[in-house]
């Protein structure tokens, strides 16, 4: 009896994480289509509150409202295509999760006279990265992106 509740337990705990890690790859997903469809409010739904961005070789953005505030220009100087190299892999330590993976990033130029003046926003019209997120899970039990940053 004791292992057949031991079992069921792991079973069960699996089960939990399975949904989260199916909860996250549709986190992303949302995200991907938000890029494309230049959609900052779909694009900060997936971000924490207290989210950072990291991107090499440019001053941190702190929150998710400063982060919109960053897309704005971004998004008005260009149009952003997502090719996934390799999807998101996925790895839940209780309220924390971490994230992997590598994307190519077309950009399109609206204005080819004026590029993307954002310092931290990809700017060549095309870029491979990899990138590396912490999720934190929010009070309604959902993942969030906390950290956010690539090479």
């Known amino acids: 009896m004791k292992y057949f509740l031991g079992l069921c337990i792991c079973l069960f705990g699996l089960q939990?994480?399975?949904?989260?890690?199916?909860?996250?790859?549709?986190?992303?997903?949302?995200?991907?289509?938000a890029v494309a469809t230049a959609d900052i409010p779909s694009y900060v739904a997936v971000l924490d509150p207290d989210v950072r961005l990291i991107p090499p070789g440019a001053?941190?953005?702190?929150?998710?409202?400063?982060?919109a505030q960053f897309l704005v220009p971004v998004f008005d100087a260009a149009t952003?295509?997502?090719?996934?190299?390799?999807?998101?892999m996925v790895e839940i330590l209780d309220d924390i999760a971490v994230a992997e993976y590598e994307y190519v990033i077309h950009l399109q130029l609206k204005d080819?006279?004026?590029?993307?003046?954002?310092?931290?926003?990809?700017?060549?019209?095309?870029?491979?990265?990899?990138?590396?997120?912490?999720?934190?899970?929010?009070?309604?039990?959902?993942?969030?992106?906390?950290?956010?940053?690539w090479q």
């Not at 939990?16 to 991907?32: G, N, P, T």
């Not at 952003?80 to 998101?88: A, D, S």
């Open 16 to 33: 939990a994480s399975a949904d989260e890690v199916r909860q996250i790859e549709k986190l992303y997903e949302q995200w991907r289509d």
């Open 59 to 67: 001053d941190v953005i702190e929150g998710a409202a400063h982060y």
């Open 80 to 88: 952003y295509r997502i090719e996934v190299v390799t999807p998101p």
């Open 112 to 149: 080819p006279s004026q590029g993307v003046t954002e310092a931290g926003a990809l700017t060549a019209s095309r870029t491979e990265a990899r990138y590396f997120d912490v999720l934190r899970k929010n009070e309604a039990g959902e993942f969030r992106v906390w950290r956010h940053t």
